[in-house]
């Protein structure tokens, strides 16, 4: 567990079988802030965050648990949501631009192809669930 970078206190909400729901509070850095009450970019929000663990009978709704994740998550999440369709977008751009000559058509055809990639990650968001697994400890 070297690479258990990404760590979140939560609080178990449900428990199912094997399946736990962890409520996890996502604070930004001004959130402790003094003056956060005056200022607008304050930010904290809750998540519920899904686990599947093998012994999920242990832990009880309430419980505070630590929410544990790998830091190459992120990194592949960072790569699938921003770094690839932005590549989809340039590439399909320039390429559309040589071949119709029209600013317009290459645009909206570059955006277009956004939707058939989001769609193909859609699909395999069951695979992808799997890749991006939490696993919790008990906080005690």
Not at 89 to 108: H, P, Q, T
Not at 109 to 135: A, D, E, Q, T, V
Request: aromatic share 10%.
């Amino acid at each position: 567990m070297a690479n258990t970078i990404i760590r979140h206190q939560g609080i178990v909400e449900n428990i199912s079988d094997s399946h736990l729901q962890v409520r996890i509070v996502q604070a930004s850095v001004c959130a402790s802030c003094s003056v956060k009450g005056q200022c607008s970019s304050a930010d904290t929000k809750e998540k519920l965050i899904d686990v599947f663990d093998m012994n999920a009978a242990r832990y009880c709704p309430g419980d505070q648990v630590w929410v544990i994740g790998q830091l190459s998550m992120g990194a592949m999440a960072v790569l699938l949501a921003f770094v690839l369709p932005f590549l989809v977008l340039i590439i399909s751009l320039f390429v559309l631009m040589a071949v119709w000559n029209d600013e317009l058509f290459a645009a909206i055809g570059s955006l277009g192809l956004l939707i058939p990639y989001y769609y193909i990650l859609w699909l395999n968001k069951s695979r992808m669930g799997k890749k991006f697994s939490f696993s919790i400890l008990p906080m005690n």
